[in-house]
């Protein structure tokens, strides 16, 4: 059994609706984000491979395209922008087409702020 994980990046803004210290915030901010997108197999038997890395680096740039440089509060079945919110988006835009899907990790690595989504089964 093998695990193959690839990453994107993207760059997004967003508002969230907090309290810090008493205050309420919603102003719109951004940050880098990472994600590291992770599938399990067997290597199929003619090509050797778990997943054909082409296709899967064109999954990864349909994900990327709908969250890189926009503003999240606007991006359709997305909801508040936090870190679980953006792994469950991204793996239900991949698990139709991704054989193997295993878990969605998205990360802010400035602030050393991370989340895995292992999918609705795990």
Not at 10 to 32: K, Q, V
Not at 73 to 81: I, K, M, R
């Amino acid at each position: 059994m093998f695990e193959l994980t690839k990453h994107f990046k993207f760059d997004a803004a967003h508002t969230l609706e907090r309290c810090i210290d008493a205050e309420p915030s919603r102003r719109i901010h951004g940050h880098s984000y990472r994600a590291a997108v992770t599938v399990r197999g067997r290597p199929d038997p003619v090509s050797g491979m778990v997943i054909d890395l082409g296709l899967f680096e064109r999954l990864l740039a349909e994900a990327r395209d709908g969250l890189d440089h926009r503003f999240l509060d606007e991006v359709q079945d997305l909801g508040p922008a936090t870190l679980e919110n953006l792994s469950v988006w991204i793996w239900k835009k991949l698990a139709d087409h991704c054989p193997g899907l295993s878990k969605v990790g998205v990360y802010r690595d400035s602030e050393g702020d991370g989340c895995v989504y292992f999918g609705p089964d795990a």
